[in-house]
């Protein structure tokens, strides 16, 4: 089955700072999203990009499924940007997450 | 309201119970899907359902069952839990063919099987 990797597994930053967080793919894929689950387990839904390049605010993301990887930027951190970003891809039916990566942004 | 619902939230059981967790949708989806989530993990599919009619098994299905009730409504039992069945369970929703397949989370409800 398809293998999800994401890099790094934990990132630590002041307030402010910019980061950026990697998805890599085994192998082709019809739909890519990104989740940022909160300290309380919920699961928000950020992006859904299975190629290209979106922005929401301070977010954006990019896929390039040519080449089997996405990047999501965060941008002016704040500590509510805290928690763990998973980056799930669907090549049938269901969605394979990766293991996500754990930010933890301080004040 | 929140679109994709799951009662209840918090459940604590003992080994050999049964018990059912609930999800709702009020976004008119045909697809619906059950993941569990471990700890220090991402999700793993659990069974998913396209149509009312229709029931599939997902990569963990061994100790679990579901029922589709309606378009809306989607539940996952577990006939007699045992303890590593202690997770973070999602209800999950999206289009059927033709549309964007995004998928939409429900809250997520916390099982500790004791």
């Known amino acids: 089955g398809i293998q999800v990797e994401q890099s790094p597994p934990d990132l630590i930053l002041q307030e402010g700072a910019n980061s950026t967080l990697r998805c890599n793919f085994s192998d082709s894929v019809n739909n890519l999203q990104w989740f940022h689950q909160n300290p309380w387990g919920q699961l928000i839904n950020l992006f859904y990009i299975p190629s290209g390049t979106k922005q929401n605010g301070r977010l954006s993301a990019t896929t390039v499924a040519t080449e089997r990887y996405s990047l999501l930027y965060i941008s002016s951190s704040q500590t509510t940007d805290s928690g763990v970003y998973f980056c799930?891809?669907?090549?049938?039916?269901?969605?394979?997450f990766g293991k996500g990566t754990t930010l933890s942004v301080s004040s | 309201d929140a679109d994709v619902t799951q009662t209840p939230r918090n459940r604590i059981t003992k080994t050999g119970k049964r018990i059912m967790l609930e999800c709702s949708q009020t976004k008119g989806h045909d697809r619906m899907y059950w993941y569990r989530q471990d700890p220090g993990l991402g999700l793993r599919l659990i069974y998913y359902s396209f149509d009312v009619k229709d029931i599939n098994k997902g990569e963990i299905s061994d100790g679990y069952s579901v029922s589709r009730q309606a378009q809306a409504k989607f539940s996952l039992s577990l006939e007699s839990a045992i303890p590593n069945q202690t997770a973070l369970y999602f209800c999950?929703?999206?289009?059927?063919?033709?549309?964007?397949?995004?998928?939409?989370f429900g809250p997520g409800t916390r099982l500790t099987v004791t």
């Open positions: 999950a929703t999206s289009r059927g063919w033709g549309g964007v397949q995004e998928q939409y």
């Open positions: 799930a891809v669907q090549a049938g039916t269901a969605l394979i």
